[in-house]
């Protein structure tokens, strides 16, 4: 699977950013799909992941109430909205592919070493 991340920018803390990944490959659409983020001089760090149909959400703690993560496997792609963006929000987001074989094999969805597929990364700012 191939992935493409898009969507960062420069924004105010309050404001909203859309990120977008658009997967391509053979049976992207069962693949669980997964954002993290790494700040400058920090671990990459798990974000959200959505399961293949979209029932199975799950969220880091900071950023519950304030991002949405959804897919739309017509055009497999996966989202991640957003708001009430604050500073400490600021790092490079990659999108990542999790097969499911590596999930019955007992891989956790919010193991970045669990994900086979990575996107380049895109950026996102938040000013104070």
């Known amino acids: 699977v191939q992935l493409q991340a898009s969507g960062g920018g420069l924004v105010q803390a309050g404001g909203s950013l859309r990120l977008s990944c658009a997967a391509s490959?053979?049976?992207?659409?069962?693949?669980?799909m997964g954002w993290f983020r790494q700040a400058p001089g920090k671990e990459r760090e798990f974000v959200s992941y959505i399961n293949w149909n979209g029932n199975n959400t799950q969220y880091v703690d900071s950023v519950k109430g304030r991002f949405t993560i959804s897919r739309d496997n017509a055009k497999n792609t996966v989202y991640l909205q957003m708001n009430n963006l604050k500073p400490e929000d600021t790092a490079v987001y990659y999108c990542?592919?999790?097969?499911?074989?590596?999930?019955?094999?007992?891989?956790?969805?919010?193991?970045?070493?669990?994900?086979?597929?990575w996107g380049q990364g895109t950026l996102v700012t938040v000013s104070s």
């Open positions: 490959g053979r049976l992207a659409s069962i693949y669980t």
């Open positions: 990542s592919a999790q097969s499911p074989m590596m999930y019955y094999g007992g891989a956790r969805r919010d193991d970045a070493k669990s994900y086979e597929s």
